[in-house]
């Protein structure tokens, strides 16, 4: 396993399975993984290979193609690997843009100068791995649920394909619907939402609706709406497209939403039809 | 004339690699440490409605996304000029404890302990978490009971055990349920207990590896900590320098650190070179986190972990600058998390749903710093009219320490091939 452009989130709900890890990591070998071990080098004959996070920088491309010769199956671990996830916020940005702004903030004693060498250029923008390699299987969300994890090793183990949830965030919500549409809608700092009533029917921007369901509607159900980490589902082509078409039946009162750029495409923007800022 | 390159640096969360260059005589003589990634998280919170961003930046960082979260919240918070209620700094404070709890067992039981229980020249095939289970069952189970205890803690608190969702300007988005903290409390004095023993056992460590920790990464540098009243704190208050002497300390707030550090751009380096201001780059280099923070405090805000503290300090003198000592110094936090949950915990108000107040959104500039698990953590955000990010910055916890890391491996490496 390896993290490209991440946070190593993947990588700690994994150890999130906690005291089941006694029983699960003594079945793996763990041949590569710079953030749990020391091997150096990809060794070659790898059968799994779990990857977190997308592609940023020339590094992180080179090293993809490796992990593809040396694997039989390579599995986009986590929305960064499968969709671009927060990092793909940079789409939003040129290149240029970003590295100007990053070297000359507020504390910056010499502006302007960027760093350029021993390390890796960065890509004009950040792409999912798939835009790359072959990829096998995907476990989306932000991070993958521990148990996600765990049910798709085992089946791997059994020589079986992983399984994904093909229904909705909603569908997981215990929160309850009235199947009305909001006339107006909420930023998340505006007043106490009724904490038994669906958020999206209150106003707030929930985005449940569009995505894959997997995380327990964990979001909504701590007071705050969905915000679309595990990506579209199966019967979609786009979230943020998906999002936008059911949010467009409010008329007047969805163009009041703000950025809904980044709103509808949070974690998918590198993946999505399109994928960066039109000029 | 040689060059060694380690690369990926392992066992830890980011991307870096060394770089060696080599004399006539294959001695050392130009050690450099590179971050070799960046996201630009600061240009892309730009354009983004202020109470989104404790929701984009906990992604900063997989092991610490919730010091993320809460020095976002804090400082869109400060910038919009919000007091919260009590109840909600508590459940905040409560978030941040579980995410020390956890952090710090990771850190030191799966990514350090490897050398230590099974030896630095064991085969690197063998030498990690699997392991550590392996060798020593019992050390396991206890780093595991931790960790499950911290990340439960910010699951209940903030929604998530990874990337936390329930601060929001103004306070937090959900209660703590009595349920949900009776079930804490029952597991709290047996994670005091495992974390006396984290303490302990790197007591008994220690004495094996002397030799190495009072010669190898010993370097003399400023600190720099978080501290309220004087004291250790992890939520709040006042930034506090202290020279690499130990004679001089120098306070300030938050909202000032602008005077106080200023960062340094180097060509080999994603990753900025923070340093003193008011000493100057390349001398006001500091170093944050374990070390720094038991070095900068009058003493710890929990009695088990300030007796330890005493003895931290006759062991390594004051102020203590064995960057091998980092291993002790997080121990004895980890049990002060643990006292400090319990504390939280039994506080009767934490249960309260006065968990939050009105706000609105303006123009203005704010800071928010915590202590993350890894150093103090500056977040900088100022928004406009409508409360949307027009400039921000950050400065993050690995970052301040970055130049004292490469300044440490520098001496290691002198003194490995004397």
């Not at chain 1, 390699?133 to 521990?146: A, E, L, N, R």
């Not at chain 2, 910038?79 to 709890?101: D, Q, S, T, Y």
């Not at chain 2, 500091?286 to 007796?307: F, I, K, Q, S």
């Not at chain 2, 006292?339 to 500039?365: F, M």
């Amino acid at each position: 396993m390896i993290q490209l452009c991440g946070c190593s989130g993947c990588h700690i709900s994994l150890l999130d399975l906690h005291e089941k890890l006694l029983e699960v990591l003594p079945n793996l070998e763990i041949v590569y993984g710079p953030i749990v071990a020391d091997p150096k080098e990809i060794p070659e004959g790898i059968d799994v290979f779990l990857v977190e996070g997308g592609i940023r920088n020339e590094h992180d491309e080179h090293l993809i193609h490796e992990i593809r010769e040396k694997s039989k199956i390579v599995i986009a671990w986590g929305t960064c690997a499968a969709y671009g996830g927060i990092p793909g916020l940079g789409n939003l940005y040129k290149k240029e843009e970003l590295l100007n702004y990053v070297y000359s903030t507020d504390s910056t004693e010499n502006k302007g100068e960027i760093p350029s060498e021993e390390i890796p250029p960065l890509e004009e923008y950040v792409k999912p791995i798939k835009d790359f390699i072959k990829v096998d299987y995907t476990i989306p969300g932000c991070p993958p649920t521990p148990k996600m994890i765990a049910d798709a090793i085992i089946a791997l183990l059994n020589g079986e394909e992983p399984k994904l949830p093909t229904k909705i965030v909603c569908d997981e919500c215990s929160r309850k619907k009235e199947n009305v549409f909001p006339e107006t809608f909420k930023r998340t700092y505006e007043g106490k939402p009724d904490p038994e009533r669906c958020l999206f029917e209150q106003g707030y921007t929930c985005l449940g609706f569009a995505t894959r369901a997997g995380c327990g509607a964990k979001c909504p159900s701590a007071g705050v709406p969905c915000r679309g980490c595990f990506g579209k589902t199966d019967r979609s082509l786009d979230l943020g497209a998906n999002a936008a078409n059911v949010l467009a039946n409010a008329g007047e009162a969805s163009l009041k939403i703000p950025d809904k750029v980044a709103l509808l495409n949070r974690f998918t923007l590198p993946d999505a039809l399109i994928n960066r800022k039109a000029k | 004339m040689g060059k060694i390159v380690i690369e990926p640096l392992s066992r830890l969360e980011g991307h870096g690699k060394v770089t060696i260059t080599l004399d006539e005589d294959g001695k050392p003589k130009d050690v450099k440490l590179h971050i070799t990634a960046l996201r630009g998280f600061e240009q892309f919170v730009i354009g983004r409605p202020a109470e989104e961003v404790p929701r984009i930046v906990p992604r900063i960082c997989g092991i610490c996304q919730t010091a993320h979260h809460l020095a976002s919240v804090k400082a869109i918070d400060s910038a919009w000029g919000v007091e919260i209620p009590e109840v909600a700094k508590k459940l905040r404070e409560l978030m941040l404890v579980g995410n020390m709890i956890h952090s710090h067992a990771l850190h030191f039981y799966f990514l350090a302990a490897p050398d230590f229980v099974l030896g630095v020249d064991a085969d690197p095939a063998i030498r990690n978490v699997v392991g550590v289970i392996d060798k020593a069952p019992e050390v396991a189970k206890q780093a595991i009971a931790l960790r499950k205890f911290g990340q439960s803690i910010v699951e209940a608190v903030g929604g998530k055990a990874i990337h936390p969702v329930t601060g929001i300007p103004g306070g937090q988005s959900k209660p703590l349920t009595e349920e949900e903290r009776d079930a804490l409390l029952k597991e709290v004095d047996q994670m005091i207990e495992y974390g006396k023993n984290g303490v302990e056992l790197i007591k008994q460590i220690n004495e094996k590896f002397m030799d190495q920790i009072k010669t190898l990464g010993v370097i003399d540098t400023y600190y720099l900590g978080l501290v309220k009243d004087g004291k250790h704190n992890f939520y709040d208050d006042t930034l506090r320098f202290l020279s690499p002497d130990g004679k001089e300390k120098v306070e300030f707030k938050p909202e000032e650190y602008l005077d106080y550090i200023g960062e340094y751009v180097v060509p080999y380096n994603y990753v900025k070179h923070p340093y003193y201001k008011k000493v100057g780059y390349p001398e006001g280099v500091y170093r944050v986190g374990p070390l720094a923070m038991l070095n900068v405090c009058d003493e710890m805000e929990t009695p088990l972990a300030e007796e330890y503290r005493k003895e931290f300090l006759e062991i390594f003198g004051f102020p203590a600058n064995q960057s091998l000592a980092y291993h002790h110094a997080r121990l004895i936090e980890l049990l002060s998390a643990c006292e400090r949950a319990k504390t939280l915990l039994e506080d009767n108000s934490i249960t309260s749903d006065d968990i939050k107040t009105d706000v609105e959104p303006k123009a203005g500039n704010g800071v928010g710093v915590v202590y993350a698990p890894r150093g103090v953590l500056i977040h900088n955000y100022e928004t406009d009219d409508n409360g949307i990010v027009i400039k921000a910055n950050m400065i993050v916890a690995t970052t301040h320490n970055v130049p004292t890391m490469e300044k440490a491996i520098q001496q290691a490496a002198q003194e490995i091939f004397k």
